[in-house]
């Protein structure tokens, strides 16, 4: 099994995320109300899921790999893929400072979740459409079999550290409950 095979799989679940995000959107923009507990959900979903875990294994792992056979860092793909990382985060902690700002200002809070989830929807969908038809293949074709497989053993490790047993699937039932009320 290639180790990208688990990077592309979470990918599909976390695609969810920007679909109902943008219903969220929608319904801003509409005036229409919604739970500001499903945007906190969300948060916690991109925060630990997609960062800690999924970004961790890319980070800690995919990426030095990807180094150790020659693929660049600096002004390469892995720059640019750790910079998006960055913006990434960076657009979930002003979605989150939006959050506390709707409590006691709505229409503030609500607009500065709004203009940070729409930047989030299109930096991750591009950022997995590169990952995915770009650097895993170098990854698949690079990456020697025997390091493939170690990576495969150390991904599930940094997953029960960083996300804890259970709690992925709690996360697919809640971005699956969130998406039967959105989507």
């Known amino acids: 099994m290639k180790v990208t095979h688990d990077l592309r799989n979470e990918h599909e679940g976390v695609l969810l995320a920007p679909k109902i995000l943008e219903k969220i959107c929608m319904k801003v923009d509409s005036k229409e109300n919604f739970p500001i507990e499903h945007v906190e959900q969300i948060l916690e979903f991109l925060r630990i899921f997609v960062d800690k875990c999924h970004h961790g294994k890319e ?24 910079a998006e990382h960055q913006r990434g985060r960076n657009f979930v902690k002003e979605m989150a400072i939006g959050v506390d700002l709707s409590r006691s200002d709505i229409a503030q809070g609500t607009k500065k979740i709004v203009e940070n989830a729409r930047g989030y929807i299109d930096l991750l969908r591009q950022h997995i459409d590169k990952e995915n038809a770009v650097l895993f293949n170098m990854a698949d074709s690079m990456i020697p079999e025997a390091k493939q497989a170690e990576l495969i053993e150390r991904f599930e490790e940094i997953e029960e550290k960083r996300v804890g047993h259970g709690k992925h699937e709690e996360f697919h039932r809640m971005l699956h409950s969130l998406r039967d009320r959105y989507l």
């Open 59 to 82: 980070e800690d792992l995919l990426f030095p790999a990807l180094e150790a056979v020659g693929i660049g860092k600096e002004n390469g793909p892995i720059g640019v893929m750790l």
